[in-house]
C-alpha cells in the first residue's frame, strides 16, 4: 500500500505565495519521479513540474520562473514553492509519483488526492 499526502493549499491573493508539500509512504522501495499537475474546473490536469531522482526539474511554461520544486530523497518527499501567483493558477493541485513497491515487478503511477489552490482578490 503505498499514500501520497499533500499539504499546503489554500486561499491567497494574487502575488501571494504557497508551498505544497507531498510525502509518500508505504511499501516503497524507490521512487523514480515525482510531479504536480493541477486542474482547474472544466478544464483537463496538466502538469505543473516535475523532478527526478536525481532532482532534474521541469516545468510548464506558464509557471517557470515563478514556481520552484524541490525534493527531499530521504523523505520521500516533494515541495512545490509558489510565489507571484495569479488567478490563472487555481485549480486542484495533485501530487503524482512513479515508483516502485518491495512487491511490485515494475514501477507504477500512484496519485494523491489532490488541495485546492484559490488565487483571488
Known amino acids: 500500500q503505498v499514500q501520497l499526502e499533500e499539504s499546503g493549499g489554500g486561499w491567497v491573493q494574487p502575488g501571494g505565495s504557497l508551498r505544497l508539500s507531498c510525502a509518500a509512504s508505504g511499501n516503497i522501495r524507490s521512487i523514480n519521479a515525482m510531479a504536480w499537475y493541477r486542474q482547474a474546473p472544466g478544464k483537463q490536469r496538466d502538469l505543473v513540474a516535475s523532478i527526478t531522482g536525481g532532482s532534474r526539474t521541469n516545468y510548464a511554461d506558464s509557471v517557470k520562473g515563478r514556481f520552484t520544486l524541490s525534493r527531499d530523497n530521504a523523505k520521500n518527499t516533494v515541495h512545490l514553492q509558489m510565489n507571484s501567483l495569479e488567478p490563472d493558477d487555481t485549480a486542484v493541485y495533485y501530487c503524482?509519483?512513479?515508483?516502485?513497491?518491495?512487491?511490485?515487478?515494475?514501477?507504477?503511477?500512484?496519485w494523491g488526492q489532490g488541495t485546492q489552490v484559490t488565487v483571488s482578490s
Open positions: 503524482n509519483a512513479d515508483l516502485w513497491s518491495y512487491t511490485s515487478s515494475r514501477s507504477y503511477n500512484y
